[in-house]
């Protein structure tokens, strides 16, 4: 699975948008996953994206029910939907049709944005994950999963033991790659999981970066791409934003150190997020924990997304010292 013809599947799907819409043109704008098409109609623009993976139908409703729920619960615009077949008709991937938001993924303007508006910018998105998890809560912890017209968990877990079982299972499977030399340390992280107090269970994106917000003018205007979403300590949430847009440098080294004062950075997004949340007791040693645990599911990524990339050996190499360093500092600082 995962091939989708220009002129085959996405005419297909447009046809079956609008019969009688004629397409002027198709770009395709994939990133690693799925496969995402802007097409321009006679008088106006859309977003067409296929589904490719395992649990390509299941994806497909689940992010068509994710846009529809925020669209309720918060302020900030989500692409609206227009079409969706999960059931795969005409084409050979399950697909949904958006309304197209005009504007550029954060990440592709961040770094020209003046110091001010860098720190504004990761200010208003603290306010974001925010408004978020001072919403849109869950009675347990788990994957979300799609119903008819709603979105359920899978399973009956608690938060803590939901993430002691995932990261238990990542240190299993980062035995068979090039981190299997801190599998000790790793297991010493999930012990320190298995001891926390279990927190409420909120929404969690576990995929809010800037190449998902849609921003014009330094401001972000829209969200994208919910299929990743859990439910389970909006901590862990806070952790993997915190990472993606103050300090994607210590972990990927493609990004440059932004120009913003890191620190700075950090104030901001704290102080966004806490117009609409306050953290509690001991939340900075949680936030940092929880950075060691993402890191953790990332050995089991990193071939893959290092493939995908197309690095060379070299470049790959680079990673993986990074990765190395930034989780031996935050085990240091949390855990020794």
């Known amino acids: 699975m995962g091939n989708v013809s220009l002129k085959g599947d996405v005419q297909n799907a447009v046809s079956q948008f609008d019969p009688e819409e004629k397409i002027v043109d198709i770009e395709n704008i994939s990133g690693h996953n799925n496969k995402i098409f802007r097409v321009k109609l006679r008088d106006s623009t859309i977003v067409c994206k296929f589904y490719t993976g395992q649990n390509s139908g299941q994806d497909c409703r689940k992010e068509v029910n994710m846009h529809n729920l925020l669209a309720k619960e918060i302020d900030l615009k989500t692409p609206e939907i227009l079409y969706s077949d999960p059931k795969v008709v005409e084409t050979s991937l399950p697909f949904f049709i958006s309304e197209y938001i005009d504007g550029s993924s954060l990440q592709d303007s961040f770094d020209e944005l003046e110091r001010q508006k860098q720190a504004e910018v990761v200010e208003q998105s603290g306010q974001i994950l925010g408004e978020v998890h001072s919403q849109i809560s869950f009675e347990h912890a788990g994957e979300l999963m799609p119903g008819t017209r709603n979105i359920t968990v899978d399973g009956v877990l608690g938060w803590v033991e939901y993430i002691t079982q995932e990261l238990s299972q990542a240190v299993d499977k980062a035995k068979e790659t090039r981190f299997s030399d801190l599998g000790k340390k790793a297991e010493d992280i999930v012990e320190k999981f298995s001891e926390l107090a279990e927190p409420e269970k909120k929404l969690v994106f576990y995929d809010f970066r800037p190449d998902n917000v849609i921003a014009r003018n330094g401001r972000i205007e829209a969200l994208i791409d919910f299929e990743r979403a859990w439910s389970g300590d909006p901590l862990w949430d806070y952790a993997y934003s915190e990472m993606s847009f103050v300090e994607p440098h210590h972990y990927y ?59 060379a050996e070299e470049e790959i190499r680079r990673q993986e010292k990074l990765l190395r360093k930034n989780f031996l500092r935050l085990y240091g600082e949390t855990l020794d």
């Open 253 to 311: 080294d493609m990004h440059e150190p932004p120009k913003a004062d890191e620190e700075r950075l950090r104030e901001a997004f704290q102080r966004g997020y806490e117009e609409k949340i306050k953290l509690g007791e001991n939340w900075r040693q949680k936030v940092n924990l929880y950075k060691l645990g993402i890191i953790i599911k990332r050995f089991n990524t990193f071939k893959s997304w290092a493939e995908s990339t197309g690095m």
